[in-house]
């Protein structure tokens, strides 16, 4: 579906609506979705289309998913936590899995980034020397 500028431009006038202070207030997300249905403007489907783009893309921005060989301590984790804070903000929520096939280390997605500093990454770019 391709979306007008000023559908783009209304999406991004709601979602600054709802992020009051730079964090994402799912509450005024809600409501304004709810209020954007009950009216029903013209064209305000592709805004809702690219409105949920924004979001989505948020939540990612401010979700970051740790992997690691074995459970962590809670002191790593929490070491993890605050390298992250420094680098992204406050408020970034963290989601702690364990993946055998990374064989240690650690894997870190936030958003689109990735840190990977795991032995099979380390693996695979050496056998791509070879």
Do not use: N, W
């Amino acid at each position: 579906m391709r979306i007008s500028k000023k559908a783009r431009s209304e999406a991004k006038r709601l979602f600054l609506a709802c992020t009051p202070g730079g964090t994402l207030d799912r509450g005024r997300v809600s409501q304004a979705v709810e209020a954007l249905v009950d009216e029903r403007p013209r064209g305000f489907l592709p805004v809702l289309v690219h409105f949920q783009r924004l979001v989505k893309l948020e939540v990612a921005r401010r979700t970051a998913r740790i992997e690691s060989a074995v459970v962590l301590a809670e002191e790593s984790k929490l070491g993890v936590v605050r390298s992250l804070e420094r680098l992204y903000g406050a408020g970034l929520e963290t989601e702690f899995a364990e993946e055998p096939a990374l064989i240690g280390g650690l894997r870190v997605r936030v958003g689109s980034d990735v840190f990977d500093g795991s032995v099979q990454a380390r693996l695979a770019a050496l056998r791509e020397t070879f």
